[in-house]
């Protein structure tokens, strides 16, 4: 087959004026659905169980694709689509990576946290330690995950959308991200739990249709043989057989390979302590329900990975590593890209509809996962901080909600400030952080808290504090944030002397070794009554809520 000429540079930044009342209109009409369903689902919304946990009366098959809809993020769909038509295999480790995180959640966590907590993941602490300490440090455990995941979609709608609409200038970068806080704000507020479901499973729907549309449009190109289209995306790559091969992007030197495993061990592990991605298991109504929605997830998630494997590979056959380059040096255009090209090509009206759907899926992604990050993070300070350590649990379900609400409206705001500054950075460096900073804080105070009888509060508070302040140092002196002039954060400045990308090879064994350490020297007698009870809850859910 002969090589597609490749696509003009300004590909994304629409085909041209003509087509831009369709792309806006596709965006209106989808925004409006999604609030239609929010607000419909704010009507039902009248109790704490609600607004959290949507009343735990999802299905597994519902949670299970409003779970693949709140993990499948713009990093999932724009990020590794771009890194594998780029980086080739190596791209497509970070497939590898998120999928199996998810045997993690499956095995440890799931059932275990469905059983012992209510709403949010200071609850399974606070059963056996000292409430107001272990609640404080798991709610600014939480914030913090959230803000710099948040900041990595937010800045992710203001590239797309600002590609999409031809806007250049700073202040329209801005208003974009503006705009998408706005809107996260309104559906936190307005559908709590049941609103943010139900457009997570909407979104999860769309992103899988697309996925799917075009992986057959891809494989159509090819006849469907796999090889010759792994065959083109290496010789367009230029890089021949190597494209094809490990060590690209982590091979070039012994940095890079430890920077492979640390981020690997971020990924595999960051997961499971992902707030958003916890309270998912407090809306079904069981223990199995929740197992049984990880095993939904899982396939669906699957599927959505093997289908980056054409959209990355495709992206680099036939629009050429060069063409995605010139238009995002991180690639986060390729899947974009590829859709044009699949619909006609630049300046038809089929590429500019497929163009408009694939990024009006793509923005959809970002808008359902902000969401659940905002109400993650909302929850956590309203039940954990405001009702049990500032109220001392004397706080009422409606002061609690109202509490919640406001705390949207403020973490939205943060969102939107912090998100118009990193509206140039590194995405992939953000959502690295996010994984990190859960698997260093999170993931070891949850297992410890759970499977170690002797486990105290301040074992608890070393391991959240330690992970996460240990994680969130080493990424401040990383090359994501300097030293790089190409995709640091802060450019023409360098003061990193950590040598990796991700920190997780530090700071997790770090936060488990700061939750056995705390552990071993304080002076607590743990409550072996508590942890007997805890064991039997989560093993079996007797008195699960």
Known sequence: MSNPAPLAHTVLAASSTEHRPLIITLFAV??????????????????????????????????????????????????????????????FLYSIGFLVAWLV????????????????????LAYRMRQRPVRTAAGTSTIVVSIFYLLAQMAGAGVLVSLLLGITSDAGKILIVALVGVLMIVYVTIGGMKGTTWV?????????????????LVLLKFDFNI??????????????????????KYGASGTSKLDFLSLGLALVLGTAGLPHILIRFYTVPTAKAARK??????????????????????????????????????????????????????????GAILLAVISAVAFATILAVVAGLTLASSSSFAHDIYANVIRKGKA??????????????????????????????????????????????????????LFWKRFTTTGALWSIYGGLVSSVFLVLFSPVVSGNPKTSMFKGVDFHWFPLENPGLISIPLGFLLGWLGTVLSKEEPDAGKYAELEVKSLTGVGAH
Do not use: C, H
């Open 30 to 91: 989808f925004v409006a659905a999604t609030l239609g369903i929010t607000v419909w689902a704010g009507r039902q919304t009248r109790s704490a169980s609600d607004f959290y946990a949507g009343g735990r009366q999802f299905t597994a098959f519902q949670n299970g694709l409003a779970v693949s809809g709140d993990y499948m993020s713009a990093a999932s769909f724009l990020g590794i689509a771009g890194a594998i038509a780029l980086f080739g295999y190596d791209g």
């Open 105 to 124: 959640a499956l095995l440890l966590v799931a059932e275990p946290l469905r059983n012992s907590g209510r709403y949010t993941m200071g609850d399974v």
């Open 200 to 216: 997570q499973m909407v979104k999860a729907v769309l992103l899988i249709a697309g996925a799917l549309l075009m992986t057959f």
């Open 227 to 248: 090889s010759d289209l792994l065959g083109t995306a290496a010789e367009r790559s230029t890089k021949g057989a190597a494209f094809l091969e490990p060590g690209l």
């Open 293 to 350: 929605s990880v095993n939904w997830a899982i396939g669906i998630i699957g599927a959505f990975y093997l289908m980056t494997i054409a959209l990355g590979f495709g992206a680099a056959a036939l629009v050429g590593p060069a063409a995605i380059k010139a238009q995002n040096p991180a690639g986060n255009t390729a899947a974009p890209q590829l859709a044009e090209y699949l619909g006609g090509g630049v300046g038809t009206t089929g």
């Open 396 to 449: 009422t379900e409606k002061e609690e909600m109202r509490a919640a609400r406001w705390a949207t409206v403020l973490i939205g705001a943060v969102a939107i400030v912090l998100g118009a500054f990193a509206r140039d950075m590194n995405v992939a460096g953000l959502v690295a952080l996010a994984f990190a900073v859960a698997a260093s804080a999170n993931l070891p105070t949850i297992l410890y808290s």
